[in-house]
């Protein structure tokens, strides 16, 4: 089955900086890839998916990348703010197939952005 | 706005306790999903169900059961309750299988 590897498990940054972080996959016929937020005490929430046609996609100050070659991708937010903190999820599914959609998770990621 | 409404924020149950966990959505969405989630190992995919009446076994199965009788409720059930079952368990429901989930609140469950 497929598995999904995270890093860092934690990050730090200050207020203003980038953050980074990045999930390996080991299936390559995975072809959805979302991103998920989890705030202290509640739901994950996504905040970004790409699929596999497309290298790039972009949101306001968050972004994804995928290389299907290495089979990595990786999220990228910038000029962070303190309500960025959060725990942050990667995860992969194959969408056609008869896997219904199921996605494996990443470990996750708590960033902190420190004012 | 879809709604994902798990029945139980918290729960404390005894070792060797048949347990539920209630999960219901309210937009007609085909597939549901059971997930734990721990410190440390992400979220886990317990079961999950592409439509009525079926369901698949996923990452980590055992000593839990599913039901999916109706389209919006997929139900967990923990056929007896263990310590190493105390967890996070999350419920989500998607659309279709290239379409994000919508997650529940989660039940935090405590077997003692």
């Known amino acids: 089955g497929e598995n999904v590897e995270q890093h860092p498990s934690t990050l730090s940054v200050q207020e203003g900086d980038s953050a980074v972080i990045k999930c390996t996959y080991s299936d390559s016929a995975s072809n959805y890839f979302p991103w998920y937020k989890q705030e202290l005490g509640k739901r994950p929430q996504l905040i970004i998916d790409i699929r596999s046609n497309v290298g790039e996609k972009k949101d306001q100050r968050i972004a994804v990348t995928l290389n299907k070659t290495a089979k990595h991708f990786s999220l990228h937010i910038t000029e962070t703010q303190p309500e960025d903190s959060a725990v942050y999820f990667c995860a992969a599914s194959d969408a056609g197939g008869t896997s219904y959609g199921k996605l494996t998770f990443g470990q996750g990621t708590i960033l902190t952005v420190h004012p | ?112």
């Open chain 2, 1 to 112: 706005d879809v709604k994902v409404t798990q029945s139980s924020r918290y729960l404390v149950k005894r070792t060797g306790e048949k347990v539920f966990l209630e999960c219901v959505q309210d937009m007609d969405h085909e597939n549901m999903f059971w997930y734990r989630q721990d410190p440390g190992l992400g979220l886990r995919l317990i079961y999950f169900s592409y439509d009525v009446k079926m369901k698949e076994k996923g990452d980590i199965p055992e000593g839990y059961s599913v039901s999916r009788e109706k389209k919006e409720r997929f139900s967990l059930i923990l056929e007896s309750a263990s310590t190493n079952q105390t967890s996070m368990y999350l419920c989500a429901s998607s659309l279709r299988a290239d379409y994000g989930y919508t997650f529940g609140s989660g039940t935090r469950l405590t077997v003692v």
